[in-house]
């Protein structure tokens, strides 16, 4: 079974409140993976791409088997405790997807320049290319605290309070968080923010 394969039910019970530290964790985790498996591959990708999204959401439901014991409901859901160890997990690959962020927004912008000058190529599509780059330029720049921030919700779609609890921070500091990234991001590579809004507070 992997992440990109699973289907989980129309109208799954909910797995918050649920014992995961008992003898036989099998079915319980079998739930967590239905329910959150796709969404948190679909993060990943984005982020790292679908080979090491595999990999990493693999990881992430073994170290969560591993460290079931040491699930408090009581102080997070289900899923941001998923999304922070998975946010663990992504910091090793920091380098390399700091690296790989570099040499897209190179690459982008000498497509560009070789794209506008074959006729016959749209605006709009010089003008996405730019925005990608430009996008890539940013995130690259970013320290890794507030490069999570963003990117889990933005992409990751988890509320400020969710994000909080995935990574171990006051509320107040995701939102301070994101209200500088998005000053930055604006001051600095003209990056459109209409993708990157905040998720419930």
Known sequence: MTAKSARPSPHPPPVDGLDLSGPDPRSVFGRLFDEHAPSLHG?????????????????TFLVALQQRHTYDSTRAGVRPWLYGIASNLLR?????EVRGWRARARLLGADQVQTESHEGRTTDRVSAQQRVRQLAGALA??????RDVLLLTSWGHLSSTEVAQALGIPVGTVHSRLHR????????????????????A
């Open 43 to 59: 993060y990943l990708a984005r982020r790292v791409g679908d080979q090491v999204a595999d990999d990493l959401v693999s990881e």
């Open 92 to 96: 090793r690959h920091v380098r390399q």
């Open 141 to 146: 720049a970013l320290e890794p605290g507030d």
């Open 181 to 200: 990234v998005r000053r930055w991001l604006q001051s600095h590579s003209s990056v459109t923010t209409s993708g990157m809004e905040d998720g419930d």
